[in-house]
C-alpha cells in the first residue's frame, strides 16, 4: 500500500504563489505516474497536473498551462505544484495522487489508485 502526505496548501491573494508537495511512503517502488487533482465545493474533482514516472511528459488541464509546473524528485518520493499568479477560481482541495499502473502522462485520468487526504488553497480576490 501506498500513502500520501500533502502540504503547502493555504489562504493567499490572488497573483500570489504557493507550492503544494505530496510525500510518498509505504510501497513507494509500485509508484509510476503521479498527479494532483482539485475540487471545489459544488464542482466535481478535475485533473489539474500530471507527471510520468520519470519526469519526462506532463499534462496540464488548460486552465493552469502557464501558471502550474509539476516536478517530481524520486529519490525523496515527492511531488510538487508550483502555483503562480494564483486566481480566485483555483481555490479548492488539492489531493495528489499516486498510479502504479500508467507510467506516462498524457492526460490525468481521475482513476488513480492512490490519494492524499487533500490540502486547502484559497485565493482571495
Not at 4 to 29: D, H, K, P, W
Not at 91 to 115: F, H, M
Request: with cysteine.
Amino acid at each position: 500500500h501506498v500513502q500520501l502526505m500533502e502540504s503547502g496548501g493555504g489562504l493567499v491573494q490572488a497573483g500570489s504563489s504557493l507550492r503544494l508537495s505530496c510525500t510518498a511512503s509505504g510501497n513507494i517502488f509500485s509508484i509510476n505516474a503521479m498527479g494532483w487533482f482539485r475540487q471545489a465545493p459544488g464542482k466535481e474533482r478535475e485533473g489539474v497536473s500530471c507527471i510520468s514516472n520519470r519526469g519526462a511528459s506532463t499534462y496540464y488541464a488548460d486552465s493552469v498551462k502557464g501558471r502550474f509546473t509539476i516536478s517530481r524528485d524520486n529519490a525523496k518520493n515527492t511531488v510538487y505544484l508550483q502555483m503562480n499568479s494564483l486566481k480566485p477560481e483555483d481555490t479548492a482541495v488539492y489531493y495528489c495522487a499516486a498510479e502504479p499502473w500508467v507510467t506516462t502522462a498524457s492526460s490525468c485520468p481521475p482513476g488513480y489508485d492512490y490519494w492524499g487526504q487533500g490540502t486547502q488553497v484559497t485565493v482571495s480576490s
